[in-house]
């Protein structure tokens, strides 16, 4: 799940068609044509026409030779994005600097390769063509033809003002770079995210189906086995005059109850076992925290009703991505928890409460308000590194949980148990982390019970 997760994480910046980058020029180039015929046309604006209509058509040129020479399908790398964008911002400003460079109104558009830049690639391609942008609108402050009317006229705005557009575009290249660096990073991080809860899902679910598979092969195959041991029993008792085929009966036998003690270990009996859809409540939460009871911590399991609930523990729907998450909080507890890892059941008429706490350091204060977050290491202090060698993950864990969590009507809260600066005696029991789950009881709750009614004998 890892490698998917990082391959997809690599390839985000393969997500930019060039088909799409084309499309944004030729959009360019139509505005560019329509500005100097405007200029040039109506506002008798004395522009070298050639030269501008020369510095389009290298944008044209070059658009025309993508679609002759890639298929419309092609995916650009990172560096081919990013040479486009240079180059993009490379026309811009030789157009900008031909006609009027920072005097001109339509100076702002050299923000649009960074802006494009910092959504679709990498930190430092992004650096990248941010510093040409910057560079070229310096030379544009300092070299560039000025605006003539055909009258003679010189159009130019003061210099302090032509320093103020300068110090603008800076700033809006710096600013929009990170803006849209951060938003951008940050929705790659959450379909990164949910992509990894996708396939933690579908494991669980395969899982689970395999575990009806065994029960119903475990069903069928109980009748042959059981015949096959009845009749090796009757051969070994009719062989007592023959011991070497009395021996092969027997191992017969033996090899029977071997097959009926391995399915048995595999499934649960019965071919439409409601245990596999509905448990009692304990049940579940034994069976999520199951693959961390020998990780050399202690994990107790508490269960009581709370105000107004019955003495009886309910029965809940044993969903996939339930199992999975409590599997994932209970994991986390484990791996930082000193001794002890509690696992806390509660229940009303309304509302079902599960509280995993453990006895270690806790969440770091500045981090509880994201605690969910995904690629977010919440526990990973540099006191805690090499703790546990296997442990690095990505921060996906408690994200994957929350999310799961949430999708069976779910509520999540995050806390410590005490204050996290506490050191060694003065750590009270329950002291660490805290994670308390609330579900409404009509959510996740089973009337049937976990097996249903005792059904009659009909003879």
């Known amino acids: 799940m890892t490698a998917a997760v990082h391959s997809s994480r690599d390839s985000h910046s393969e ?65 081919e994005t990013m040479l486009t964008l240079v180059f993009d911002t490379a026309q811009l400003a030789l157009l900008l600097a031909v006609t009027g460079g920072l005097d ?38 300092i070299y560039s033809a ?54 933690a899902l579908a494991r669980e679910q395969k899982l689970t189906d395999l575990g009806g598979v065994v029960a119903a092969a475990a069903h069928e195959l109980g009748t042959p086995l059981a015949t096959i041991k009845l009749v090796s029993t009757e051969l070994a008792d009719e062989l007592d005059d023959r011991p070497e ?29 409601k245990h596999l859809r509905v448990a009692p409540l304990l049940a ?31 029965s ?18 484990v ?4 001794e002890t890892v509690w696992v806390e059941a509660e229940w009303s008429a309304e509302t079902i409460t599960v509280r995993i706490v453990d006895d270690g350091p806790g969440y770091p204060p500045g981090v509880l308000g994201r605690i969910g977050d995904p690629f977010l290491s919440a526990r990973k202090g540099e006191a805690d590194r090499g703790k546990r060698a296997e442990y690095e993950g990505m921060g996906l864990g408690l994200f994957i949980a929350k999310t799961l969590l949430e999708r069976t009507g779910a509520r999540l809260k995050f806390a410590n148990g005490t204050a996290p600066y506490l050191q060694g005696a003065e750590y009270p029991g329950r002291s660490g982390a805290v994670v308390e789950v609330v579900w409404p009881a009509a959510r996740i709750a089973s009337a049937e019970g976990a097996l249903g009614e005792n059904q009659p004998i009909i003879r």
């Open 15 to 79: 997500w930019v068609r060039l088909r799409t980058l084309v499309n944004l020029r030729w959009t360019a180039v139509f505005g560019q044509i329509v500005a100097i015929g405007v200029a040039w046309l109506v506002y008798d604006i004395a522009l070298d026409l050639a030269l501008c209509l020369l510095i389009v058509g290298a944008t044209v040129l070059a658009n025309l030779l993508a679609m002759l020479l890639f298929p419309e399908n092609r995916r650009l790398s990172e560096t």
């Open 335 to 338: 791996d930082f928890a000193r």
């Open 245 to 273: 085929l009395r021996e092969d009966a027997l191992l017969i036998r033996q090899q029977a109850d071997r097959c009926r003690d391995i399915l048995r270990s595999m499934g649960r009996a019965g071919k439409d076992d």
């Open 146 to 199: 000025p605006i003539m009317m055909y009258d003679g006229t010189l159009i130019a705005v003061p210099e302090i003002f032509e320093f103020g557009i300068w110090v603008a575009i800076i700033i809006g290249v710096v600013f929009l770079g990170i803006y849209a660096r951060r938003v951008s990073s940050e929705i790659h991080s959450m379909g990164d995210a949910l992509l990894a809860t996708q396939m």
């Open 104 to 141: 001109n109104p339509f100076a702002l558009l050299i923000l649009a390769p960074t802006a494009i830049a910092a959504t679709a690639l990498h930190t430092l391609p992004t650096v990248i063509v941010g510093m040409v942008t910057i560079t070229l609108v310096s030379l544009l402050g």
């Open 284 to 314: 579940v939460l034994r069976e999520a925290a199951e693959p961390h009871l020998n990780r050399g911590k202690t994990i107790l399991f508490e269960a009581a009703p709370g105000p107004g609930g019955s003495e009886r523990q309910p």
């Open 316 to 333: 809940v729907i044993r969903f996939p991505e339930l199992v999975h998450a409590l599997r994932n909080l209970v994991q986390n507890a």
